[in-house]
């Protein structure tokens, strides 16, 4: 009796993604099997041609359909590759960016800079090119983060050139208003700038586009769900109460525009005595990370508050750069950045391209 294509699905189920953690017909990665008497044919579409575990897919793949038929014949997996995880549609204002990521958090002061910033060179690190654009007009803190202090973005044939530091492009809202001069932005303004930096600033081709808000949720997220289609938005949370009934308040703005929660960060989570090394829990016990799990959204990771992050911050050079690749800390933080690498995958291979949406976000004051 010849072997049917059923069998050849049913023997891939339970195969994974050893990245992403879920199986390869969940993620959609199982584009297509022929089979031809004892023989089988089976694509695989990987979500970029330079996946590096692809060898181990097309083994495990192999392998699985090899156990479950005996009497299979050839097996042939052909691997392919999606537009590389493109995570926004082709008719964007932003043809060369493939992923829009909005760090946000509900309350001030938690880290949501802190967290862009790493993110963004953690993300280099790993061979990515990146871009951060500060919207935060509050307290646009990244130029300081990166140590942008004299250089300003340069305008060549009307195009605005981002500031590069630390191998991120960067462009601050920062860069274009004096220091003290006391902005008070209402929606209009707010708009207008979001949109010269999408239509004015030459971002060429980019993998992550980190967007660090304003905390709350306001006119920007409304400008920026109107003008960009976002693949999806981190919160960043400390763990207390207070924080968490804020973030959550984001978490249902994004949800109310059709915006994905790629995962929650919990910053601040504790504190390491450097005398002693009691570990206290300053601001609550595991708030943001029981809040993702209740809503069922991805845990990115957690971090303590720790004297280094601040004083790398504010002395011009995220902590990531700074710390050795052994460092508890920064493998910590390099796990939080793969963790929103898979989240995004995720997201990208089980929903359409993100769009810029015409609806309101409800419930944003
Ligand atoms: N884990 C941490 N440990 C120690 N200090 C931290 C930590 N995270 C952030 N900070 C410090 O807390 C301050 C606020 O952080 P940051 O500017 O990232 O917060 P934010 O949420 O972006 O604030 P804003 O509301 O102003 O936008 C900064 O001085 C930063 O260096």
């Known amino acids: 009796m010849s072997i049917t294509v059923e069998q050849v699905r049913e023997a891939l189920a339970p195969v994974k993604d050893p990245e992403i953690g879920r199986t390869l017909l969940e993620l959609?990665?199982?584009?297509?099997?022929?089979?031809?008497?004892?023989?089988?044919?089976?694509?695989v579409e990987?979500?970029?041609?330079?996946?590096?575990?692809?060898?181990?897919?097309?083994?495990?793949?192999?392998?699985?359909?090899?156990?479950?038929?005996?009497?299979?014949?050839t097996v042939n997996i052909h691997l392919t590759a999606r537009d590389s995880r493109k995570g926004t549609a082709k008719s964007t204002p932003l043809p060369g960016v493939k992923n829009i990521i909005a760090v946000a958090s509900g309350k001030g002061g938690v880290g949501k800079s802190t967290v862009s910033a790493n993110l963004a060179v953690a993300l280099a690190d790993m061979g990515h090119?990146?871009?951060?654009?500060?919207?935060?007009?509050?307290?646009?803190?990244?130029?300081?983060?990166?140590?942008?202090?004299?250089?300003?973005?340069?305008?060549d044939n009307d195009m605005i050139i981002p500031v590069v530091a630390y191998d991120v492009k960067v462009i601050s809202i920062g860069f274009f208003v004096e220091d003290d001069s006391p902005?008070?932005?209402?929606?209009?303004?707010?708009?207008?700038?979001?949109?010269?930096?999408?239509?004015?600033?030459?971002?060429?081709?980019?993998?992550?586009?980190?967007?660090?808000?304003?905390?709350?949720?306001?006119?920007?997220?409304l400008s920026m769900v109107n003008m960009l289609p976002v693949t999806g938005a981190v919160i960043v949370s400390t763990p207390q109460d207070v924080a968490l009934l804020d973030a959550?308040?984001?978490?249902?703005?994004?949800?109310?525009?059709?915006?994905e929660i790629l995962g929650i960060v919990e910053?601040?989570?504790?504190?390491?005595?450097?005398?002693?090394?009691?570990?206290?829990?300053?601001f609550g016990d595991s708030g943001a990370r029981k809040y993702a799990e209740e809503k069922k959204f991805p845990f990115l990771g957690d971090l303590p508050l720790e004297l280094s992050v601040r004083q790398t911050g504010d002395g011009g050079k995220p902590f990531?750069?700074?710390?050795?690749?052994?460092?508890?800390?920064?493998?910590r933080f390099a796990k939080i950045a793969r963790n929103l690498v898979s989240s995004v995958d995720v997201r990208n291979l089980t929903k359409p391209a993100a769009a810029v949406v015409s609806r309101q976000p409800s419930g944003c004051h």
């Open 267 to 282: 910053n601040m989570s504790y504190h390491i005595c450097p005398e002693c090394s009691h570990k206290s829990h300053i």
């Open 320 to 331: 990531f750069l700074c710390l050795d690749e052994n460092d508890e800390l920064r493998q």
């Open 28 to 43: 959609g990665m199982i584009k297509d099997i022929q089979v031809s008497g004892n023989d089988t044919d089976v694509t």
């Open 183 to 221: 902005v008070i932005w209402r929606g209009p303004m707010v708009h207008a700038a979001l949109k010269q930096f999408v239509e004015e600033v030459k971002w060429g081709e980019i993998d992550y586009f980190i967007l660090d808000l304003p905390p709350g949720t306001g006119d920007i997220q």
């Open 46 to 73: 990987l979500t970029t041609a330079a996946c590096p575990l692809k060898s181990t897919i097309e083994n495990s793949c192999r392998d699985a359909i090899k156990a479950a038929l005996p009497s299979i014949g």
């Open 129 to 155: 090119r990146v871009a951060v654009l500060d919207m935060d007009f509050y307290g646009p803190s990244i130029p300081k983060m990166f140590g942008i202090t004299e250089e300003k973005p340069t305008v």
């Open 248 to 259: 959550r308040k984001a978490v249902s703005m994004f949800a109310s525009t059709g915006v």
